[in-house]
């Protein structure tokens, strides 16, 4: 049990669509890091929060977007869902930007029909 | 940037043998390492971490692992496993870019335990 919760846990949605998955991160946990994990890989990092600003980006396109909020919770928004878009996105918090420990969620399955 | 290799995609062994789960990582300054276990649609859970000092690190679940910066290693080893191993392990080593803690994970190593 990590304290990280996200919702929901499945979704399917339609190529074009845009979707928001959200994470409620451990209390004074003041960052947190979103990653994609398609099928058979191994997580991608694709960005970072700290204290409400994007701090930190992985190669993902502007279609990704994010937000935190001051209660520890966030959302990552995609636009124009793609079908390379199906993966587990997880979401992680950490104490700080440079945190040496990631307490990871149970992950959104995101399906693009 | 930072690269991680996990030089097997699937691991099967037998009920109370001995495993080891091989990771290199490319040679940086100075690293954090860390492996991660992944049960079936599950989230990840942190197994054990190396940010200095002693280079034998233990985890949880009776597992533990060895950092040589010679041979850019991080290789994951239990004695003696249990059905309930069964799970998809990651490495991962630490990337500061731009300020923030980027994650960079091998490909993962799918343990599987037969009895």
């Known amino acids: 049990e990590t304290g990280v919760t996200q919702s929901p846990t499945h979704l399917i949605k339609t190529r074009g669509q845009q979707v928001t998955l959200r994470c409620s991160s451990q209390?004074?946990?003041?960052?947190v890091s979103w990653y994609q994990q398609a099928l058979g890989q191994g997580p991608q990092f694709i960005f970072q929060?700290?204290?409400?600003?994007?701090?930190g980006r992985g190669n993902f396109p502007p279609r990704f977007s994010g937000l935190q909020f001051p209660n520890y919770s966030s959302e990552l928004n995609v636009n124009a869902l793609e079908l390379d878009d199906s993966a587990l996105y997880l979401c992680?918090?950490?104490?700080?930007?440079?945190?040496?420990?990631?307490?990871f969620g149970q992950g959104t399955r995101l399906t693009v029909v | 940037a930072q690269s991680v290799t996990q030089l097997d995609s699937q691991v099967p062994v037998f009920e109370e043998a001995p495993v080891e789960l091989r990771c290199n990582y490319s040679?940086?300054?100075?690293?954090?390492l860390f492996w991660y276990v992944q049960y079936p649609n599950q989230g990840l859970q942190l197994l054990l971490k190396?940010?200095?000092?002693?280079?034998l690190v233990k985890g949880i679940n009776g597992f533990e692992a060895e950092f040589n910066k010679s041979q850019t290693s991080f290789h994951l080893r239990k004695p003696s496993v249990h059905i309930s191993d069964t799970a998809e392990y990651f490495c991962?080593?630490?990337?500061?870019?731009?300020?923030?803690?980027?994650?960079?994970f091998g490909q993962g190593t799918r343990l599987t335990i037969n009895p």
């Open positions: 992680a918090s950490l104490i700080g930007p440079v945190g040496t420990e990631a307490f």
């Open positions: 209390s004074g946990h003041n960052t």
């Open positions: 929060y700290y204290r409400e600003e994007e701090n």
């Open positions: 040679s940086s300054v100075s690293v954090y």
């Open positions: 190396y940010l200095s000092g002693s280079t």
């Open positions: 991962a080593v630490s990337d500061l870019a731009q300020g923030a803690q980027k994650l960079v």
